[in-house]
């Protein structure tokens, strides 16, 4: 168990840190702001404060910038950040350090236009400490409630809160450490702020664009972040803040657990975290809060891990006992995996459950309309994808064999993505289905590519199975616009023929003159399925039966959050037959 930390395990000030901030130009990847824009930045990150109260706190000695300007009386050239050879204000008396504590400087007016405070977008977290500290609220309805009894005295109440307050001020005016921790990510933002700056897949490492206002400016046109980074000595940071292990590990985490803490997403914080910057920024409140918060803790993650060669828990993980990580932390190295579980686990994965591997355009358009007008939603919405084969010899290839769908439906099963095989019985769909059902998986050594209840070759096709013969010479009849008739008779022979497929487009091009048009047909055919009328039931149909299998497949295939359950998925035969032993 850790030890509980200490006034000598806390982070103190150095000496001048806000000149030195200045003066080292660690302000040029996060920016020190003019006090309106720190209030608008506060205020949207859900922390009601204005200018006048701002000064109200630096008069007390509970919050101050970190450094001051003031407008010079004779003309000078604004104050360049970094400085320039003659132009630094600290030397010039024009500008002024104001992170001591206790607090050493004259703070002016709320009114003062001739001089400005910047601050630090890391304060936030001590500024919100603060206000917690400084703000009360009264239970109204308590007091009405009471007032019906006995006289209220609202003196004494107001007296007693003002003891309250004033022994929180003395506290709050003698710490250093919540200052502190904001100083030393500000001061070390140059280097480690853009490693914040990621979705987990890229990062944004751009140079300084230059700012400015009516006293500074902010330029540094040949910064380079790599070059910064390659040139970076966290040792100086370690002398300059006395850091030790025990001072920078307490800091962080305090400070993730804060971020943890104000964040009310924070539970969707591994999902968040895959989200891009720009969508990020579009927070609001508490939640923006937390991210800024979450930029400081990562900062002072990555500086322990330079200094110490550890890595720290992550910030969302601090404050709570991780016994089995989810996913597994080896899976995490490989961000696209990881994301995959993460995915998985918030049921946003638009992997599919189910792979329907059907012979063509015919049988996608018909089942597509099975699943819209008999179930009432789109086949995607299960998480079904459809898969048109282009014809049964692209399906079950030439004499050389079909190893290519075969072992696409291996890789499918490997990822936990059902794969079911639906084909005519036609060529050489039969030989297909047993070497696919014989095949090997090459991604495990301890299943068959696929299982029987995986593959289904129809009797004949998709016409004749589930459609009457006087059905189909109906909808041929349709199909032709009457200019011809079929007969069931007809239907009949071309059902008995060794390629019954062709033969219906050979009857239809001999009687009409003009190619069949299947996917026509097909929906003519579906219309006689979906209508009221008929005696034979829709769900009588065996496209339908094997469709309810394949729905029930497709929505009972809860996809992995950990590669432990995937591999444990492969090994109970999930998706492929288990070999015998």
Not at 11 to 30: K, Q, S
Not at 412 to 427: A, K, M, R, W
Request: aromatic residues 8%; glycine residues 6%.
């Amino acid at each position: 168990m850790e030890a509980i930390p200490t006034m000598t395990n806390l982070l103190t000030i150095p000496h001048n840190v806000g000149r030195l901030i200045v003066e080292d130009g660690a302000m040029l990847c996060c920016r020190l702001l003019g006090t309106d824009r720190f209030v608008q930045f506060c205020r949207k990150r859900g922390i009601t404060i204005d200018r006048s109260r701002l000064i109200r706190l630096e008069r007390l000695g509970l919050f101050a910038p970190v450094f001051r300007v003031r407008t010079p009386q004779q003309p000078t050239d604004k104050f360049h950040i970094p400085p320039r050879e003659g132009n630094n204000w600290f030397a010039k008396g024009l500008a002024e350090d104001t992170t001591a504590v206790p607090s050493n400087h004259v703070v002016p007016a709320h009114t003062d236009q001739n001089c400005e405070g910047y601050y630090s977008v890391f304060q936030i977290n001590h500024l919100h400490h603060v206000l917690s500290r400084m703000t009360t609220s009264f239970p109204l309805d308590y007091y009405l409630e009471q007032s019906t009894c006995r006289p209220i005295d609202w003196q004494e109440k107001l007296d007693q809160r003002m003891e309250i307050a004033k022994m929180g001020a003395s506290k709050l005016r003698d710490c250093q450490y919540y200052r502190a921790v904001a100083l030393l990510c500000q001061h070390i933002s140059n280097r480690y702020f853009p490693e914040t700056q990621t979705d987990m897949r890229t990062r944004r490492t751009g140079g300084c664009e230059p700012s400015f206002d009516a006293w500074i400016t902010v330029s540094s046109p040949d910064w380079d972040w790599r070059r910064e980074a390659q040139r970076w000595d966290p040792k100086r940071i370690k002398t300059l803040y006395s850091l030790t292990p025990e001072k920078l590990r307490h800091a962080y985490k305090r400070l993730a657990i804060d971020q943890s803490d104000c964040d009310p997403i924070e539970a969707w914080y591994q999902l968040t975290q895959f989200i891009s910057i720009d969508e990020r920024k579009k927070l609001k409140g508490a939640a923006l809060r937390s991210e800024t918060i979450r930029y400081g803790a990562q900062m002072l993650r990555l500086l322990y891990k330079n200094l110490y060669g550890d890595n720290l828990p992550n910030p969302n993980e601090v404050s709570r006992t991780i016994i089995t990580p989810v996913p597994e932390l080896e899976v995490r190295k490989d961000t696209r995996r990881y994301l995959e579980f993460v995915a998985n686990r918030f049921g946003i994965n638009p992997q599919p459950r189910l792979c329907l591997f059907v012979e063509g355009q015919t049988e996608e358009i018909a089942v597509t309309r099975i699943f819209e007008e008999y179930y009432g939603l789109h086949p995607g919405t299960c998480g079904i994808e459809l898969i048109d084969l282009g014809g049964v010899d692209n399906a079950t290839g030439n004499q050389a064999g079909s190893g290519g769908i075969i072992r696409l439906i291996d890789y499918l099963h490997h990822h936990q993505t059902v794969s079911f095989v639906i084909l005519d019985n036609e060529g050489r769909a039969e030989k297909f289905e047993k070497d696919l059902l014989k095949a090997r998986s090459i991604h495990s050594n301890q299943r068959y590519v696929t299982q029987q209840k995986y593959v289904k070759t129809l009797k004949n096709s998709f016409e004749f199975d589930n459609f009457s013969c006087e059905e189909i010479a109906d909808a041929l009849t349709k199909l032709a616009q009457d200019k011809v008739t079929f007969n069931s008779i007809e239907i009949s022979d071309a059902r008995k023929d060794n390629k019954p497929g062709a033969a219906l487009k050979n009857l239809y091009k001999e009687k009409v003159g003009s190619k069949l048009e299947k996917t026509k047909l097909a929906g003519i055919l579906i219309d006689t399925m979906m209508s009221l009328e008929l005696s034979h039931k829709i769900e009588d149909r065996p496209i339908v039966e094997i469709l309810n299998d394949v729905a029930r497949l497709a929505v009972g295939n809860c996809l992995p959050i950990m590669q432990e359950i995937r591999d444990a998925n492969q090994r109970l035969g999930f998706c492929g037959k288990i070999k015998s032993t």
